[in-house]
């Protein structure tokens, strides 16, 4: 026997540095991989950082979004860790007959909590399996490598409980309370005799070893990456509200801008493609997905990935498989073992183009950068910032664009406007109710007033028939809570977010920068607007550039001038009204409540909730510059986000974005409810409640 517990010991170290070997080779293919990209300066924020892992590693938070997935994921995760220690103990009894983890009068308590923790992870696998292949949810995939992970953690499981109870009749122990199940086998297998047993329980030791040691391998080869990635990616993730990079114009290294090959993304964006945990949160979120659109988040950094392995291969010689007849057939990996082994990175040339071969144009222009993938990724992918550096290469290197966006941008270069309408006539909106005093800039100075907000009107407000409405009724609430403002007038220009959502960096900055000397020039020191496009891009990108103003929302305004007593609403409004969040003022700024809190405080209104709201609201399509490009692919997102309005029977859809609100009135339009069911902004709603309708 002595003879034998040697060759099985001996083998034990072979068979475990060799797993550990590859393991240790395969993690660091993938960070050579990683090395590729552009190397970025770290901010040091080391303690938020942590706080992140903290909340969202081991607190679960964004994938219990998602309450039963999320459930299962807790059961793994914390099972999964707790059980190693079971492991451990384990592997000691196989090497060492009749040992186990030295705890004194606790490993009775220690084996039996074993044993519910093992029961608990089988049973998330039975659950996990029932969702993926019984229930079929859309978002998760039913393919062999799924399943997979699901055998190799049951079999872990079983493994362990079959050897336990081996154990117990190998060594002639009574049955044990603290271990039930492994008790039960025991006395299911007497039969074997102690020899048997022996014999079943090394079976079960090494079928435990090599499935433990297998999966130690196959993690950095497989979606399992995310267990290593994940967690460092969720450490470098953003730290503040999403926006975008500043291109240095200036800088005369830069041959290109924007991203057209896979190393010209930053290192930090190439850890998400490892971190990727295919769990199709965000794919099943996405607006363009959900509408029969090319795009795919999920599929957008998978391509991305596999396209990294295969470029990685080439370029640093380093074979992204093992053991390699294993893998050698799997989807998209062809290239890269072809290519694997080359001298130098000339043989990279021969992969498919980004631009195009991996990501099709399409996929490109279909997103709409509301950010609901982002918001439902567990691992904190940042996906817009990827699309929107695609986006800026097409256009700024390549001087590609989508016709209808072109069109757009000319407009805005050439006039301010999307539409090209006169710039000169900017201001004569204000004309059109002579109850509504709109001063601008210039009129206050030359009358030696002074003011404590600009009025960010927009594009929407100056020119759109339909917004204008919402901008007067503004105006008006705030004549009314004796708010001092005024307008720029014919001097407001666009505030870039559409060029810069649509890749035009060089066009948005030249705009930054004559708007925020236009601020400087009239004392801005206070931004409202009705805009949430506007005001996300003030508020958030323009500090970049050196704006230093506070800027505010409508909404926030309004419901700070009701709490303050300024504004009464006190004449009743009897609608029922769904309450639309627009992403770039929910999602990209956290600003839920003080919209629902205007509505609330209006007599007569009843709010209905959609079943996707605040965090999980879908975007009414024009968010990335597509509210000025035609869809012609599946359904339209304003229909699809009508239908959802619909479902609840509201009398009202309101929202606090002109961009959103015009959607959504097309949206009634196209489902021919237009009569039924008025479309209004909350300014509007507490227009009607503060001044009787009128």
């Known amino acids: 026997m002595n003879g034998l517990l040697l060759i099985n010991f001996v083998a034990f170290l072979f068979v475990t540095a060799y797993a550990v070997y590859l393991f240790i080779y395969l993690v660091q293919t993938r960070i050579a991989y990683i090395k590729l990209g552009k190397k970025v300066e770290f901010d040091q924020k080391v303690k938020e950082r942590l706080e992140k892992i903290w909340v969202n590693v081991f607190g679960q938070k964004k994938l219990l979004k998602d309450k039963k997935s999320g459930i299962i994921h807790v059961m793994f995760f914390y099972g999964f860790i707790l059980v190693q220690f079971g492991a451990i103990d384990f592997i000691i009894k196989g090497l060492v007959p009749g040992a186990h ?20 992870i089988l049973f998330a696998v039975f659950w996990a399996f ?38 117990i009749i190998w060594h002639g122990e009574d049955m044990k309370w603290s271990e039930p199940v492994a008790s039960a086998i025991a006395a299911a297998f007497q039969w074997t005799g102690q020899t048997g047993a022996a014999f079943l329980f090394y079976v079960s030791w090494w079928v435990h070893l090599l499935i433990l040691l297998t999966f130690l391998v196959y993690v950095p080869q497989s979606k399992h990456a995310h267990l290593i990635a994940g967690p460092v990616n969720v450490f470098f993730s953003r730290l503040s509200r999403p926006k975008l990079e500043k291109i240095d114009f200036e800088d005369e290294t830069q041959e290109s801008f924007g991203v057209g090959k896979i190393e010209d993304f930053k290192q930090t964006q190439l850890i998400d493609l490892y971190a990727c945990v295919e769990c199709g949160r965000c794919t099943n979120m996405c607006p363009a997905t959900g509408t029969g659109k090319m795009l795919s988040p999920m599929d957008l950094i998978l391509k991305l990935r596999d396209h990294l392995t295969e470029k990685g291969a080439a370029v640093t010689s380093r074979a992204p498989w093992v053991p390699t007849f294993l893998f050698k057939n799997t989807k998209g990996n062809q290239l890269a073992f072809a290519a694997q082994g080359a001298q130098e990175q000339a043989a990279a040339l021969e992969m498919p183009n980004l631009i195009g071969d991996v990501i099709t144009e399409e996929e490109i222009w279909a997103c709409t950068t509301c950010r609901n993938c982002e918001d439902q990724c567990p691992v904190m992918n940042e996906h817009v910032d990827k699309i929107i550096d695609l986006r800026r290469y097409l256009v700024l290197t390549e001087g590609r664009m989508n016709p209808d ?21 900017k201001e004569n909106w204000r004309e059109l109710r002579e109850d509504v005093h709109i001063p601008t800039v210039k009129e206050m100075q030359k009358a030696g007033e002074e003011f404590e907000y600009l009025f960010w009107v927009g594009s929407m407000g100056a020119f759109d028939n339909r917004s204008q409405k919402i901008a007067l009724a503004f105006a008006r609430l705030l004549n009314e809570a004796g708010v001092k403002f005024a307008i720029l007038g014919n001097k407001e220009k666009n505030s870039g977010d559409t060029p810069r959502r649509l890749g035009n960096e060089f066009l948005f900055q030249e705009l930054a920068a004559n708007n925020i000397a236009e601020f400087e020039k009239a004392g801005v020191k206070k931004i409202v607007t009705i805009d949430p496009h506007a005001y996300n891009t003030f508020k ?134 237009e009569d039924q069911v008025a479309t209004y902004d909350v300014a509007e709603l507490l227009e009607k409640s503060v001044f009787a309708h009128k």
């Open 130 to 167: 029932y969702r993926r292949y019984i229930e079929k949810l859309v978002r998760l995939k039913r393919d062999f490598k799924a399943g997979l992970v699901l055998i190799f953690i049951g079999g872990l499981m079983l493994s362990v409980l079959f050897g336990n109870g081996m154990s």
């Open 540 to 673: 958030n990108e323009y500090p970049d550039f050196g704006l230093e103003a506070e800027v505010y929302h409508h909404t926030e305004l309004l419901a700070k001038l009701i709490e303050e007593g300024r504004l009464v609403p006190k004449y009743e409004v009897n609608e029922t009204v769904t309450f639309h969040d627009s992403c770039y003022l929910g999602r990209y700024n956290d600003v839920y409540e003080q919209p629902r809190k205007i509505l609330r405080s209006i007599p007569g209104v009843k709010l209905v909730e959609m079943e996707r709201n605040r965090e999980t609201g879908m975007c009414c399509g024009a968010g990335g510059g597509l509210m000025w490009m035609e869809e012609t692919t599946g359904t339209r997102i304003n229909v699809a986000r009508t239908e959802q309005a619909l479902e609840v029977n509201p009398t009202v859809i309101s929202s606090g974005c002109p961009y959103c609100l015009t959607m959504l009135t097309d949206g009634t339009k196209a489902k021919e409810v």
């Open 101 to 120: 983890l030295p705890l004194g009068p606790l490993y009775p308590a220690f084996t039996f909590f074993q044993e519910i923790v093992t029961l608990i």
């Open 405 to 425: 966006a072109q069109r757009a941008m000319t407009n805005i270069e050439r006039q301010g406007n999307p539409w090209g309408l006169n710039r000169k006539e």
